[in-house]
């Protein structure tokens, strides 16, 4: 579905309808763009300002407004959910197959891309909730979802999309061959455990090449997604261009997810220092393209949201600088916070 835009007098304003454009009166930002119309929201611009109209997203075909459910993450967490039991399910089934076929994972793929076309709900989920214990189902479908956006940002045909999604949601089919004992060992892996893990994409690699007719592309998206620019990654330990596109992009959607689960193997103080985390990468071990993309397109969604300081304030993100990528514009109450010049405060979480 495409969108437009489109002025409506704030008489019309219905909670859920999302903002097209910032609505700034006498340099205070009443609304940020892309963020939910609330009933809070209507009663003010009613009661206090001068504010006639405002900009809201429309269908283009038939000018109705696109309403956002106050339960849309709720539902799109059930949805994510019940991807992560589908997908259980599909793993075993193709295992138990002499000759594995992809019917159900091309199914299973056109389903994801239909269901997370609205990328700011599946950032925001993602940065909610994560992927918690399940370091293989629901994470294959937190960066299946997250490869799929960051293919389309990077102008992928319909194709290379489809192959690539395949790519994602398979990247980690090689655990599901390896002892529960050491996926799911919540301390630090032996040598040996380590030696055994770091055989997981070798084994999801060898399963995808039996499947008949299917594109090698997916495959080396499997091998290669630990890949590291610099040579430091596994199993190959290659560099650079070697290195498949597919591999680079899941290894992004990959780090993104970890960071936002608490799986990374450093502390994250909160969402924004996990961009952070991704941009610092990038200069090293992640490709810098791909990663200059992704977080440029991706702070655009952080912009509006409401967010919960260290120190326990409201405010809500007004702006985001890709150079200072953990000190946002805040508005809290009726006063700009700029975080750049508060050095105790940082953002702690996003919420609702």
């Not at 918690?132 to 479908?141: F, K, P």
């Not at 055989?199 to 995808?208: A, D, E, L, S, T």
Request: some cysteine.
């Amino acid at each position: 579905m495409a969108w437009e835009k489109k002025l409506i007098p704030v008489t019309e304003l219905k909670p859920g309808m999302m903002s097209s454009e910032d609505v700034i009166f006498e340099d205070k930002m009443l609304l940020s763009k892309n963020n939910i119309v609330t009933k809070p929201t209507i009663d003010k611009l009613k009661q206090n300002y001068l504010v006639d109209k405002i900009e809201v997203y429309v269908k283009n075909d038939s000018d109705s407004p696109l309403i956002i459910k106050t339960n849309t993450i709720q539902k799109i967490e059930n949805d994510f959910n019940e991807f992560s039991l589908s997908l259980k399910r599909i793993f075993n089934n193709i295992s138990k197959l002499k000759v594995p076929e992809m019917n159900e994972i091309r199914i299973f793929s056109k389903k994801i891309q239909e269901e997370f076309k609205s990328t700011g709900i599946v950032i925001r989920n993602i940065v909610f909730y994560g992927s918690g214990n399940d370091t293989i189902y629901r994470h294959s479908i937190n960066v299946s979802a997250i490869s799929f956006i960051l293919g389309k940002w990077l102008n992928f045909s319909q194709r290379e999309l489809n192959l690539l999604t395949y790519s994602a949601i398979l990247h980690d089919f090689g655990k599901t061959k390896i002892s529960k004992d050491i996926i799911n060992k919540t301390g630090a892996l032996t040598p040996k455990e380590y030696k055994i893990f770091k055989n997981h994409p070798i084994i999801g690699y060898k399963f995808i090449k039996s499947i008949p007719y299917l594109d090698p592309s997916v495959g080396y998206g499997v091998l290669m997604h630990h890949e590291k620019i610099d040579g430091s990654g596994y199993p190959l330990g290659i560099t650079g261009d070697k290195i498949h596109a597919f591999a680079k992009i899941i290894a992004i959607a990959d780090l993104f997810d970890a960071v936002n689960s608490s799986k990374y193997h450093k502390k994250v103080r909160g969402p924004f220092e996990a961009l952070r985390i991704i941009q610092e990468q990038s200069l090293e071990k992640l490709d810098c393209k791909y990663c200059s993309v992704f977080l440029n397109h991706i702070i655009n969604y952080f912009m509006g949201e409401n967010v919960l300081l260290n120190n326990g304030k409201k405010c809500k993100v007004i702006q985001v600088q890709i150079n200072d990528l953990t000190n946002p514009l805040l508005l809290s109450e009726d006063n700009f916070l700029d975080l750049r010049k508060e050095k105790d405060l940082y953002v702690e979480k996003l919420i609702i």
